[in-house]
């Protein structure tokens, strides 16, 4: 089964709910990737990033969903403050050493990921976290 995701910048979560049927589009700055699970990847980079627990994020609501449903359709979700902040301060160095660890974490679930794809994946969604800051925007996730 394949998965579509694409990380977008957008001013709000009412302009983000509009890539709900179709995905960002050309609207929207955006990066596309696949077959990857983009809400556990989320939390897992926040936790690598800035801490605490991968459970208390979920708890927590993240990732907060803001338009669509979890089960068999499209989604879209947003990528939170903590998280963006973190990916547009982090230097390279940090991204990498993030992203190494994410494919441990991925490996040891039974799930492989390259880690130049994880490199490439964490290093874009920063690039897409600092472009959104300098707009004062969030960066927001879709899936299909």
Known sequence: MSIVVKFFV??????????????PGRAFESRSFGNFDP?????????????????????????????GQDDDGCVVFAISPRLLTALAGAERSRLRDVAASWVQQRSE????VEAEIADEIVSELAALARSARRQSRGVYCWVA
Not at 44 to 50: G, P, S, T
């Open 10 to 23: 957008a001013p709000d979560d009412t302009s983000a709910a509009l890539a709900l049927q179709t995905g």
């Open 39 to 67: 809400e556990e990847a989320v939390v897992a980079w926040e936790c690598l990033l800035v801490g605490g627990s991968f459970e208390e994020l979920v708890q927590a609501g993240e990732p907060r969903i803001v338009a």
């Open 109 to 112: 679930d039974g799930e492989m």
